[in-house]
């Protein structure tokens, strides 16, 4: 058999420390069973260790509970707050077509009788537009463009209008100013604004131009149709010249007392003719009228315009015909 001694040594204690231990706790077990049933020390059969255990397993669900309170916490604090609700697009008002001093020119033109001085006046405040700002609006390229856009129709009344202005007799006030409108929408402003060569000969400038400068002779008008004569493809040069661009020319020429600015104008259309369409210049005779300059400062001038045309003549007086050349 086995000695208590060895049965101790057997659970880990010696023989005299263990068994003075054992009596330690059974004497505090005496004086207070609650505390050490509580504590696990002494076993007091299955209710006490069921007890335990439930114990040990509210105090894991308390902390549980506490840390899933505390998670729950931290996610509502992270949470963005709530959507506003959605609002109906602010309904703001559609963009103009036309700037307000366009726009009150296309409103004159449409009056029957309207006012000469409100026509100057709307005529006027259209070039300080057209001179001072930059992107005011846009010409169409041809007049094929304009049956397919609202803006291209407005700006072809527009255009229109000036030319009536332009070609009216009841006030040479007006067509002067009309005049200088039709010059700044061709040469003034910006590239983006100004008005294509192509436009303005379709639209039937150019005859009314030579027209009104045959009657009155304007450096004006001169400038305008030298300006498509350079810019101008070269299939729309037979139109600018059949519509009487050379005459004015010619007329300027042969008057002794026409202006020596006149007279430059004159030369540099001409000059710009003969470089590419200088069949029609002989046979309008340029060659003669050209001769007849005289003043010292458009000499030069007038002998390129001669050493441009007189290959052509001396063909012509030799009998061959200039138009089955070309």
């Known amino acids: 058999m086995t000695s208590p001694a060895m049965a101790s040594c057997a659970h880990g204690w010696w023989p005299s420390t263990g068994i003075r231990w054992r009596r330690y706790q059974l004497s505090q077990a005496a004086e207070r069973p609650s505390s050490l049933a509580s504590s696990g020390h002494i076993a007091r059969g299955p209710a006490l260790a069921t007890a335990s255990f439930l114990a040990a397993a509210a105090a894991a669900h308390c902390l549980r509970g506490r840390h899933l309170q505390k998670t729950r916490r931290l996610v509502s604090a992270r949470e963005p707050p709530p959507r506003p609700p959605k609002e109906e697009p602010t309904a703001f008002p559609r963009d103009k077509l036309f700037p307000p001093a ?48 609202a803006y291209n129709r407005g700006i072809f009344k527009l255009v229109r209008g000036i030319m009536k202005c332009a070609e009216q007799e009841r006030s040479s006030e007006l067509r002067f100013v009309a005049i200088d409108t039709l ?30 400068c045959q009657e009155n002779t304007d450096t004006a008008i001169l400038e305008m149709i030298l300006e498509i004569s350079r810019m101008a493809p070269a299939e729309m040069l037979p139109l600018v010249i059949e519509n009487g661009a050379i005459e004015p020319c010619i007329k300027i020429l042969e008057d002794d007392g026409s202006h020596p600015m006149e007279q430059l ?10 470089k590419r369409a200088p069949g029609p210049l002989i046979s309008a005779g340029v060659y003669e009228a050209v001769q007849l300059v005289e003043n010292p400062v458009l000499v030069s001038r007038r002998n390129k315009i001669l050493k441009l045309l007189r290959p052509l003549v001396q063909l012509e007086a030799t009998g061959t015909d200039i138009r089955q050349m070309a």
């Not at 005529?123 to 001072?132: D, K, P, V």
């Not at 040469?187 to 030579?210: A, D, H, W």
């Not at 104008?265 to 003969?274: G, K």
């Open 265 to 274: 104008t004159a030369l540099e259309l001409l000059q710009s003719l003969s």
């Open 183 to 212: 010059h700044a929408i061709l040469l003034g402003g910006c590239n983006y604004t100004k008005c294509p060569p192509t436009f303005f000969v379709e639209m039937g400038c150019v005859g009314m131009l030579c027209k009104i």
């Open 102 to 149: 366009v726009f009150d020119l296309l409103v004159l033109f449409t009056q029957d009788q309207p006012d000469l001085q409100e026509l100057m006046d709307g005529l006027e405040e259209f070039q300080y537009l057209h001179q001072s700002d930059r992107n005011w609006g846009k010409f169409p390229a041809h007049v094929a463009d304009v049956p397919d856009v």
